[in-house]
């Protein structure tokens, strides 16, 4: 069997917070398995600027900003299984991550303006995402905002919603906080040997 790749994305500006912690937790648990390949990005030391508007990624089929994101794109695209973390500011997801969503607009302009895959056709329906989010409000909407623009980067990076999983854990505010929360790790650890086992069935 064939490596899995999986490419963790930290997308909070804090490092070593809650969602960085829940994230560390899933890939920690998968590196116990030899077949597992992973490569972490901590987002806001990967020179991710924001989207231009300019379209022009609707003719050139390539972004005109030239940073972070010439990296990251390919490693999205090579990735088996993607997990975005990212703590919920003011309602929505941080800017450092909206960023790199807003910069999956050449994704979009490849597969629904150019007509052209994102990844070869053999590769469609195996590609999986993980969304890992922490808030510290206790409200029950908390992440409702987020989850619509999770949505859009995954679909237009060829991961089904069947293929997305969550874990968003709120009234988490202090750095450490999901530390201390009754279920959190043992839940990351539980994503994350399910997020396997699945893509393993899938692959073989």
């Not at 937790?25 to 116990?32: A, H, L």
């Not at 299984?81 to 703590?87: E, G, N, R």
């Not at 919920?88 to 450092?96: E, K, L, P, W």
């Amino acid at each position: 069997m064939k490596p899995i790749r999986v490419l963790a994305i930290a997308g909070s500006p804090r490092r070593h917070g809650n969602s960085e912690m829940l994230l560390d937790w899933v890939i920690e648990e998968m590196k116990q398995d030899p077949d597992v390949s992973i490569i972490k990005i901590v987002l806001n030391d990967a020179d991710i600027g924001p989207c231009r508007g300019c379209n022009a990624c609707e003719k050139l089929n390539a972004c005109v900003n030239h940073d972070g994101m010439d990296i990251l794109h390919d490693q999205i695209l090579e990735a088996d299984c993607i997990i975005l973390s990212a703590p919920i500011y003011c309602m929505s997801i941080c800017a450092q991550t909206k960023a790199l969503v807003d910069r999956a607009q050449v994704f979009r302009s490849r597969k629904y303006v150019l007509k052209l895959p994102v990844v070869p056709l053999e590769r469609v329906g195996k590609r999986f995402g993980i969304f890992i989010s922490t808030a510290g409000q206790d409200w029950d909407y908390v992440f409702d905002a987020s989850i619509p623009v999770v949505k859009c980067f995954f679909h237009v990076i060829e991961v089904k919603n069947r293929d997305l999983s969550y874990l968003m854990v709120q009234n988490v505010d202090e750095k450490g906080a999901v530390m201390k929360h009754p279920t959190a790790k043992e839940d990351a650890l539980s994503l994350s040997r399910s997020v396997l086992l699945t893509m393993k069935e899938r692959f073989s």
